[in-house]
């Protein structure tokens, strides 16, 4: 542990919700990282593209597939005006898709390779951009991490002002040994995903310029799936669900594995119950003990009194977890009824919180935490039902208004 920082856009408490009731593993311990990125800057020949007009493309496949190579000929097998192709064929002239001689035409090698990739590239640039790699495999990271609005790259300076600030959890910077890997451009050149990482619908010849070496924050989730597999689940600023291709970096990078199965023997030497007694001591909680569950997990049950107005906790604690370090425990009632006032609290507070809402969204939010607090799939029209038998009477209304 290296120092505190508070660098995540949400909690660590969401990334263990989805860990554990999206993803279905039980999450045993959760690790504020600074993970190592590859900045590295980009020329490259761009190519930009959209979508083809319909007449643009039915002529530009006549001429690459039928060989039809005049006006006259494109007008009759397609049965159209013969002004109409003239002028079609003007404007693919003028966007460099189609050559004449001789009276005779053509498509150019940028006509040609629209028809191939059903894109009509329209014009080819030179480029400087910024690209991100994670710093393990070498595999680009996701458009989403693109959104400055969201997610920072921290340089080593300001890697190390996050360390020594005091305001969040332990954080980790993890560090990769490998050079980056100058092949990975050519791969991602042709990848043809390429939306998904941020690039132009056609890159050529990209040229690396400069290479940082720069971190951004995540959480990393160790838990443990069906099969005793264990699990690195990575969460960034760019969503609070898991990223796929960073997990997999971190899990098949030897020495990140290690480094925090290591953590995890050290962490088993702590002794978590009594920071946990302490924390609910102070809550008026004491006499509720943390117990241990499947692969070590920590959980505290605490009666209905416990909750709510006067009680030690909040309702919205309920089904959730509370993070001590790297440890955790989490929070249960085993009275139902308990539960679904939480269940109604959790809407409340997630309606409210909105300016708009749609069905399906509510819906889909309603699903999660019912499961969340072991009430099964409730809908919209449940929860209005129980809003209601509860005297809850805006929030059913609310809810009876995403009919």
């Known amino acids: 542990m290296n120092g505190r920082a508070r660098l995540m856009p949400y909690p660590e408490e969401r990334a263990l919700e989805h860990a554990a009731y999206t993803l279905e593993v039980v999450p045993t311990r959760i690790y504020s990282v600074l993970l190592p990125v590859w900045c590295v800057e980009v020329r490259a020949e761009v190519t930009e593209g959209e979508p083809y007009e319909l007449i643009d493309r039915f002529l530009e496949r006549g001429i690459a597939e039928a060989e039809l190579d005049t006006a006259e000929s494109l007008a009759s097998f397609f049965a159209l005006d013969p002004s109409l192709v003239r002028r079609a064929l003007r404007f693919l002239h003028a966007i460099g898709h189609v050559k004449e001689s001789r009276g005779r035409i053509a498509l150019t090698e940028l006509g040609h390779r629209s028809v191939r990739d059903k894109v009509r590239y329209t014009h080819t640039r030179q480029d400087r951009r910024k690209l991100y790699f994670d710093a393990f495999a070498c595999r680009p990271l996701t458009r989403a991490h693109y959104d400055v609005r969201k997610v920072t790259f921290l340089s080593g300076d300001c890697a190390q002002e996050a360390l020594d600030r005091r305001d969040g959890p332990p954080l980790n910077v993890l560090s990769a040994t490998r050079c980056f890997r100058r092949e990975a451009l050519f791969e991602l050149a042709h990848n043809p995903d390429r939306d998904r990482y941020n690039l132009p619908e056609r890159i050529d010849n990209p040229e690396s310029l400069h290479e940082e070496y720069v971190f951004m924050p995540a959480y990393i989730v160790r838990a443990v799936a069906p099969g005793e597999r264990v699990r690195h689940l990575v969460y960034t600023q760019a969503a609070a669900e898991a990223d796929d291709g960073l997990t997999a970096a971190c899990e098949t990078t030897?020495?990140?594995?290690?480094?925090?199965?290591?953590?995890?023997?050290?962490?088993?030497?702590?002794?978590?119950?009594?920071?946990?007694?302490?924390?609910?001591?102070?809550?008026?909680?004491?006499?509720?003990?943390?117990?241990?569950?499947?692969?070590?997990?920590?959980?505290?049950?605490?009666?209905?009194?416990?909750?709510?107005?006067?009680?030690?906790?909040?309702?919205?604690?309920?089904?959730?977890?509370?993070?001590?370090?790297?440890?955790?425990?989490?929070?249960?009632?085993?009275?139902?009824?308990?539960?679904?006032?939480?269940?109604?609290?959790?809407?409340?507070?997630?309606?409210?919180?909105?300016?708009?809402?749609?069905?399906?969204?509510?819906?889909?939010?309603?699903?999660?935490?019912?499961?969340?607090?072991?009430?099964?799939?409730?809908?919209?029209?449940?929860?209005r039902r129980a809003a209601a038998g509860a005297g809850r009477r805006a929030l059913a209304d609310q809810l009876a208004r995403l009919r």
């Open 254 to 383: 030897p020495e990140v594995f290690s480094a925090f199965e290591a953590e995890e023997v050290d962490a088993e030497r702590q002794d978590f119950r009594n920071r946990a007694a302490r924390w609910l001591s102070t809550r008026n909680l004491a006499r509720y003990q943390p117990s241990r569950g499947e692969h070590g997990a920590w959980r505290v049950t605490i009666p209905g009194t416990g909750f709510g107005t006067g009680g030690g906790l909040p309702l919205t604690r309920l089904g959730s977890f509370v993070v001590l370090g790297t440890s955790f425990f989490h929070v249960w009632c085993a009275d139902e009824r308990v539960r679904r006032r939480a269940l109604l609290e959790r809407i409340d507070s997630y309606l409210g919180a909105r300016a708009r809402t749609d069905r399906d969204t509510v819906e889909a939010q309603i699903a999660r935490i019912s499961h969340q607090l072991g009430l099964g799939i409730l809908g919209i029209d449940d929860l």
